[in-house]
């Protein structure tokens, strides 16, 4: 099935320190990517990715995506105690269109 | 405005016992998915939903698994029998629509541990 590759698979920083999570996707009818958070429980949405080279931004997020190289990152500046969690990118897209997560980089940011 | 609502929070059974999972997605959100997390991997699907019809249930196990959404509402997830391998978090989403233009939003999720 098309693979969803996320790397780093973990990253330890420290607080003020900027990060760049990677996500590389193989799929055939791309229709979107999607960041996601997850903590301790639920996923929480981060961005919607569709169209190449458009940046989106949210505070001291933001993310960008390269349809033609296939991949996508998620950037954090500034990094905070409460970024620490596990980032999950995800796409839609395939014969069944539906959301194919990868693994997840889990991030920890020391004080 | 409510998220999605899952309950229980958390389950421990023993292996060949049943076991049922609740979700009751955002309010005017027609498409509902179960996912299955494992430790250190990402939500796989299991199920969709569009109101009440299952239109994508080619991942869910059937020979032990079933999940209803009788209303196009709220949904059930049941194991039965569970198997040790069952352990790992069942995750809910809903998204206003099953199209890729749509976000999906999760619950909190179930956390099963078979012993």
């Known amino acids: 099935e098309d693979k969803v590759v996320q790397s780093p698979l973990s990253l330890v920083v420290h607080e003020g320190d900027t990060v760049t999570l990677n996500c590389s996707y193989e799929v055939t009818n791309f229709r979107s990517l999607l960041w996601y958070k997850q903590e301790k429980k639920a996923p929480t949405f981060l961005f919607m990715l569709t169209s190449s080279g458009i940046e989106k931004k949210s505070g001291r997020l933001s993310s960008i995506l390269d349809k033609k190289e296939l991949f996508s990152i998620l950037n954090i500046t500034a990094t905070q105690t409460g970024d620490s969690a596990i980032y999950l990118c995800?796409?839609?897209?395939?014969?069944?269109?539906?959301?194919?997560f990868g693994t997840g980089t889990l991030l920890a940011v020391q004080p | 405005e409510a998220g999605v609502v899952q309950s229980p929070r958390y389950k421990i059974i023993e292996k060949k016992q049943p076991v049922a999972f609740w979700c009751n997605p955002i309010s005017g959100h027609n498409t509902l998915y179960w996912y299955l997390q494992n430790l250190g991997q990402g939500p796989e699907l299991l199920i969709r939903y569009e109101n009440e019809e299952a239109v994508d249930d080619s991942q869910l196990p059937k020979d032990r698994f079933s999940a209803e959404r009788l209303k196009g509402v709220d949904s059930t997830l049941k194991i039965q029998p569970a198997e040790l391998g069952d352990s790992a978090v069942y995750l809910c989403?809903?998204?206003?629509?099953?199209?890729?233009?749509?976000?999906?939003?999760f619950g909190p999720g179930t956390r099963l541990t078979v012993t």
């Open positions: 989403a809903s998204s206003l629509s099953g199209g890729s233009s749509y976000e999906q939003y």
């Open positions: 995800a796409r839609y897209g395939g014969a069944t269109n539906k959301l194919i």
